[in-house]
Antibody, heavy 119, light 110 residues
Framework: EAQLVESGGGLVQPGRSLRLSCAAS????????MHWVRQVPGKGLEWVSG????????GYADSVKGRFTISRDNTKNSLYLQMSSLRPEDTALYFC????????????WGQGTLVSVSS | QSALTQPRSVSGSPGQSVTISCTGT?????????ISWHQQHPGKAPKLMIH???KRPSGVPDRFSGSKSGNTASLTISGLQAEDEADYYC??????????FGGGTKLTVL
C-alpha cells in the first residue's frame, strides 16, 4: 500500500529556513511526479510546488517562487522542500502528494506536516 | 496564478443532487482538460474524486460526476448521502508544470 509521510515541520521565526521531507513507500517512486500542497488551518488548499519524475520539470506558485526549492532523491524515495525567508503567511499544513507519470492529477496524499512561522 | 472561483457553500437534502461550479480562465480551466476534484473531511487528507474533467478513480461512487464548459468546470453529486458532507476543491493544470486550486466549497447535507 502506498504511503507518503511528511516530516520536518515545526515553529520557526520569520526570515529563517526550514526543510521539509516526504518519505515514499509502497510504490515505484520513479513513476511519479511529486508535489507540495499547503493548507492554512481552516482555509483552502494551495498548490506550492511540483517536480517531475526525473527533476527535469519543476514549478512553483508565485507566492513562494525565489524562496522555496523543491528537490527529490529517487535513490532514497524522498521528496524535499527547502523553505527560506519564511513569512508568517507561510504558516500552514504542508501535504506531500503524487502525480502518476503522464497524468495531471494528485491521486494520493500524505497526512501533512505543520509549519508555523512566528516570532 | 489566481485561485479558481468556487461557491463558499452548497447544501442539499439526502437523495437530492447538488452541483458545485469552478470558474477559472483560458490559462487554466479553459485551456486544459486536466480538471480534478478532491473531497476533504475535517482533519483528513484530501481524496481524489474526479480527474480529467469527468473520470472517476476506482472506488469512487458513480453518484459523482464532472463536466466542463469553457472556463467553468462542475462537480455534480447525485443521490446525496450523509457521508458526502465535506469540503470539495477543484484543481486545474495551468501550464509549465504548475497547478491551481479553487477556494473550496463546503457541502452540507441537510
Amino acid at each position: 500500500e502506498a504511503q507518503l509521510v511528511e516530516s520536518g515541520g515545526g515553529l520557526v521565526q520569520p526570515g529563517r529556513s526550514l526543510r521539509l521531507s516526504c518519505a515514499a513507500s509502497g510504490f515505484n517512486f520513479d513513476d511519479y511526479g511529486m508535489h507540495w500542497v499547503r493548507q492554512v488551518p481552516g482555509k483552502g488548499l494551495e498548490w506550492v510546488s511540483g517536480i517531475n519524475w526525473n527533476s527535469a520539470s519543476v514549478g512553483y506558485a508565485d507566492s513562494v517562487k525565489g524562496r522555496f526549492t523543491i528537490s527529490r532523491d529517487n535513490t532514497k524515495n524522498s521528496l524535499y522542500l527547502q523553505m527560506s525567508s519564511l513569512r508568517p503567511e507561510d504558516t500552514a499544513l504542508y501535504f506531500c502528494t503524487r502525480t502518476p507519470f503522464g497524468d495531471y492529477l494528485f491521486d494520493y496524499w500524505g497526512q501533512g506536516t505543520l509549519v508555523s512561522v512566528s516570532s | 496564478q489566481s485561485a479558481l472561483t468556487q461557491p463558499r457553500s452548497v447544501s442539499g437534502s439526502p437523495g437530492q443532487s447538488v452541483t458545485i461550479s469552478c470558474t477559472g480562465t483560458s490559462s487554466d480551466v479553459g485551456g486544459y482538460n486536466f480538471i480534478s476534484w478532491h473531497q476533504q473531511h475535517p482533519g483528513k487528507a484530501p481524496k481524489l474524486m474526479i480527474h480529467d474533467v469527468n473520470k472517476r478513480p476506482s472506488g469512487v461512487p458513480d453518484r459523482f460526476s464532472g463536466s466542463k464548459s469553457g472556463n467553468t468546470a462542475s462537480l455534480t453529486i447525485s443521490g446525496l448521502q450523509a457521508e458526502d458532507e465535506a469540503d470539495y476543491y477543484c484543481c486545474s493544470y495551468a501550464g509549465t508544470y504548475t497547478w491551481v486550486f479553487g477556494g473550496g466549497t463546503k457541502l452540507t447535507v441537510l
